[in-house]
């Protein structure tokens, strides 16, 4: 049998040629085929990739873009809250001025001290209450006391005080009060303590405090507390007689307007 197929290739030898030469083009079209398609497949691929990868990215533009947005409302809402707070504040320094425009204030005012022996020993200090202020004041509580100490410091009492006695409401209308105090009686003037005061040996002390309420309804005070200052000039034209006045003294709070 391989004998009868070797004689056969002899005898057609071109035609098996021709045939090897089709076999070799049929195998070269089938790789060119197979190369054709896996280049497709490849072609797909990179082009599913692509996409995948323009999903990512628009995804990613959609998350930024998100977040730039989160962002730009936070910092909205915080502007919008720092308006807020400003407006606020700035309702509320409205608010005050009003308040202090209107409201009523309490000050006292002193007059200078007669220490001029009456032969009774009985002296005062005068001073004026003043209200000031476009609306009124209801006295809630009110005191005063004079005292004569050896100490230029004023001595801490905070014992009971006579009241002032100044009307229950203070007006406008009528804002004037003109009072006085008389000194206590273990400080009664006489020459001897007369002379200690002029000669800086003995210190006259005045205080006081008036609690009200305003028309807004809020309870203020005002606290005050006096020295009466006697100096080493001469008052000119009075021979002998020393310049005197009044003069605030005390810690911080002895003297207040709230």
């Given at each position: ?53 323009a999903i ?20 909205a ?69 004079v005292?004569?100490?050896?100490s ?76 009466w200052?006697?100096?080493e ?26």
């Amino acid at each position: 049998m391989w004998h009868a197929i070797a004689d056969w290739l002899q005898k057609y030898e071109s035609i098996a040629i021709w045939l090897e030469g089709v076999a070799l083009v049929l195998i070269l079209f089938l790789d060119w085929r197979e190369y054709r398609r896996q280049g497709k497949e490849r072609a797909e691929q990179h082009k599913e990739s692509a996409d995948q990868l323009a999903i990512m990215q628009s995804q990613a533009d959609a998350t930024r873009e998100n977040a730039m947005r989160a962002k730009e409302g936070a910092d909205a809402a915080k502007a919008n809250a720092e308006a807020a707070k400003l407006n606020a504040v700035a309702s509320a320094a409205m608010l005050e001025l009003i308040v202090n425009k209107e409201r009523a204030r309490i000050r006292v005012e002193m007059k200078p001290l007669d220490l001029t022996f009456t032969g009774i020993g009985v002296n005062a200090v005068e001073y004026t209450v003043r209200l000031y202020g476009t609306s009124e004041a209801r006295v809630l509580e009110s005191g005063a006391e004079v005292s004569v100490d050896s100490s230029l410091e004023p001595d801490n009492r905070n014992g009971y005080m006579m009241p002032a006695g100044l009307p229950e409401v203070l007006t406008p209308v009528n804002p004037v009060h003109e009072k006085s105090t008389f000194f206590m009686s273990a400080s009664s003037l006489n020459p001897v303590l007369v002379d200690r005061i002029r000669e800086r040996k003995a210190f006259v002390h005045f205080r006081g405090f008036i609690k009200y309420r305003d028309v807004f309804d809020k309870e203020r005070e005002t606290k005050f507390l006096y020295l009466w200052n006697v100096t080493e000039w001469v008052v000119i034209g009075k021979q002998g007689e020393l310049y005197s006045y009044w003069a605030k003294c005390g810690k911080e709070g002895d003297n207040i307007e709230t």
